[in-house]
């Protein structure tokens, strides 16, 4: 199997943000849910809106760009 970029998934207290997706994006988040959950041995997917935190938490985290701009503030 192939190596995901997520890894487990931390639990924390969450902040509610209402946001919509266009269909195919969630089609992508849950069927990327369904491959996390067998990559890391939960015994069911998370849902979207769980697997959607930690990805953007990592495309923060790795965009350089943002990373510069963000040393100059």
Aim: hydrophobic letters at 45%; zero cysteines.
């Amino acid at each position: 199997m192939s190596k995901l970029r997520l890894g487990p998934i931390a639990d924390d207290k969450p902040v509610k943000l209402a946001i919509e997706l266009p269909g195919a994006l969630h089609r992508e988040l849950v069927a990327y849910a369904d491959v996390h959950a067998k990559a890391t041995g939960l015994a069911e997917p998370l849902a979207p809106e769980k697997i959607a935190v930690p990805m953007i938490e990592r495309f923060i985290a790795t965009d350089r760009g943002f990373a510069s701009e963000r040393r100059k503030v």
